[in-house]
């Protein structure tokens, strides 16, 4: 019989416990299009419309139906990873089928298949050329339409507008048929009125397709979070006029749009909220943000960290900017050779300026082989990452102890110098990330979490303005958990980025302010991002503003 028959005719001696299919794909399905279909180990035939395929004598493809197209690579990755942690659990199972004598070599890779337009996990086993056994782990979508727009600021901006408090709770309690009734009616009623914000977008995103039939629950869940509040805090002004700032300032706010230094709009505000309070036009600025139940922060800033458009390659000068530059080239001539050897499509390698060396690592390298090429571990490890000890030693030799860069950086990202350069009274801002998510077609919406410019304020003006805090420290290698992790450079690291706590205060008792991380965010034609996370540790930012807002609950808010 054919081995891949003999796969799928003892599927469930092979694929059980963590490898059990059905369980696999039911523990990933996600929302907002990412729901998968319950899998039917029993559905094998010849082509997508079944869940199995087995093709030819040595194939076998695993196609589950996720409900949006465009979340194939994602299901894909998260595939990936589960069984990348069971592969020793899959080889042990598979071996009174295949390879009693231990003798096969397997490969794992994330590449294109003909099964699908989109990537596919492949696993690979042979005992000597080519391959024995291909199990591919591949998806179908369901619904055909491109790419929707995120919705989140659209929606919050409908539900501030509407200035209704919405009872999700009252609503999870209805009968199931009921209750989805209830969220389909709110979110046309907030379709309904979106052309009424000015420079409206995302409006498509409401629902999971074209048709409009299923409302985006996930999203409205995090809008619920911050247009509750929002609407709370307003405590019944009147809301004059929304702005979405997207695509541009209106003629009216957009003397609030200032700059600073080489940030083009140092005002961040996503939305910006005009209501009459005390007897006076006022303007809300609000940066959204949106998170998750699981208590992760959400990504502050997001921005390339050296290049042409670094955020740090201005503030060094050129000869560290050289000098990463030249690691750079170092580092991926050696990963393509060793992947390659001397020449790759017809060229010398070393002859290759960096465009083309980057062109050819993007495609060279995927997956699980291209974390192990950035950390410089398996096949790579006589090619250790200098390009990121490069970037790290050059950030730490220019910033860690500099006043004036942790003020620049952390005002980039709290914007707690917005009243000086906006000189106007009557424009306020926040930070606010909005925390919500659906279980089981509940919506559940906690509060959301606020960061007020004039508490934000206060806080840096005590932090910079207080003679004992002499300590400006870059410390690396700490996670935004605030735990240690090793360097991508360094021995043993479990992850291709690099990890740094900037911490202000007194020697021995800083705060924690922010996290950051530095990563390929995609392909390895772009530049490294680095994110910015708030601290999660208890002598952190968040402790400290908690308690400067205490002091100052008393203070009016408008």
């Not at 319950?38 to 997508?48: C, M, N, R």
């Not at 619904?143 to 995120?150: E, R």
């Not at 629950?217 to 006029?241: E, F, H, P, Q, Y």
């Not at 020697?507 to 708030?534: C, D, N, W």
Request: net charge positive.
């Amino acid at each position: 019989m054919d081995i891949n028959k003999t796969i799928t005719n003892n599927l469930t001696k092979i694929f059980k416990g963590g490898l059990d299919l059905s369980s696999m794909y039911s523990s990933i399905s996600g929302a907002a299009g990412k729901e998968i279909n319950p899998f039917d180990t029993d559905s094998v035939g010849a082509d997508t419309s079944f869940d199995i395929i087995v093709k030819g004598k040595k194939e076998v493809i695993f196609v589950p139906k996720i409900k949006n197209k465009n979340e194939r690579d994602w299901m894909v990755q998260k595939v990936a990873a589960h069984v990348d942690n069971h592969l020793d659990e899959l080889k042990e199972n598979i071996v009174p089928f295949y390879d009693e004598d231990l003798k096969a070599t397997w490969t794992t890779t994330i590449k294109k298949h003909a099964i699908s337009s989109a990537e596919s996990y492949v696993v690979e086993a042979a005992v000597a050329k080519g391959f024995d056994l291909r199990i591919v782990f591949s998806a179908k979508g369901l619904t055909a339409g491109g790419k929707l727009p995120d919705p989140h600021e659209l929606m919050t901006a409908c539900l501030i507008l509407k200035q209704e408090i919405i009872p999700f709770t009252r609503i999870n309690n209805m009968d199931p048929e009921d209750r989805d009734k209830e969220w389909k009616k709110i979110v046309d009623g907030l379709y309904g009125v979106a052309g009424d914000i000015v420079g409206g977008s995302g409006l498509p995103g409401f629902y999971l397709e074209k048709e409009r039939i299923n409302p985006d629950l996930v999203n409205l869940a995090k809008a619920i979070s911050v247009s509750n509040t929002i609407v709370t805090k307003l405590k019944g002004a009147r809301v004059d006029t929304i702005w979405q700032t997207g695509k541009q300032w209106a003629q009216e706010i957009r003397k609030y749009d200032v700059s600073k230094d080489d940030i083009k709009h140092y005002n961040s505000s996503d939305i910006v909220v005009k209501f009459e309070a005390s007897g006076s036009m006022h303007y809300w600025g609000i940066s959204l943000k949106k998170a998750n139940l699981s208590g992760d922060e959400p990504t502050l800033l997001n921005k390339p960290m050296y290049g042409a458009k670094g955020f740090i390659t201005k503030r060094i000068d050129s000869t560290d900017n050289t000098k990463i530059d030249k690691s750079k080239k170092t580092f991926f001539c050696g990963a393509m050779k060793l992947k390659h050897g001397e020449v790759y499509k017809k060229k010398k390698i070393g002859a290759m300026n960096i465009k083309e060396l980057l062109k050819g690592a993007d495609a060279s390298f995927v997956g699980n082989d291209k974390a192990d090429m950035l950390k410089g571990q398996g096949e790579y490890k006589s090619n250790p990452n200098i390009y990121f000890k490069t970037m790290n030693d050059v950030f730490l030799k220019n910033f860690d102890g500099d006043r004036e860069f942790f003020e620049d950086f952390l005002d980039t990202i709290f914007k707690f110098k917005m009243a000086t350069y906006l000189k106007d009274a009557v424009f306020h801002f926040s930070l606010i990330t909005g925390i919500g998510d659906v279980k089981k077609g509940k919506i559940i919406a906690r509060p959301t979490v606020e960061k007020w410019h004039d508490t934000t304020t206060e806080v840096f003006k005590n932090m910079f303005g207080d003679e004992d805090n002499t300590t400006f420290r870059l410390v690396p290698g700490i996670n935004k958990q605030g735990k240690a992790q090793g360097q991508a450079y360094e021995k043993g690291a479990t992850a291709a980025k690099l990890f740094y706590d900037m911490r202000i205060g007194k020697p021995g008792g800083e705060h924690s302010i922010v996290t950051l991380e530095v990563r390929y965010k995609g392909a390895l034609t772009a530049e490294p991002q680095f994110q910015v996370f708030m601290s999660m540790a208890k002598n952190g930012f968040k402790s400290v503003y908690k308690k400067t807002a205490a002091k100052l609950s008393n203070k009016p808010r408008w």
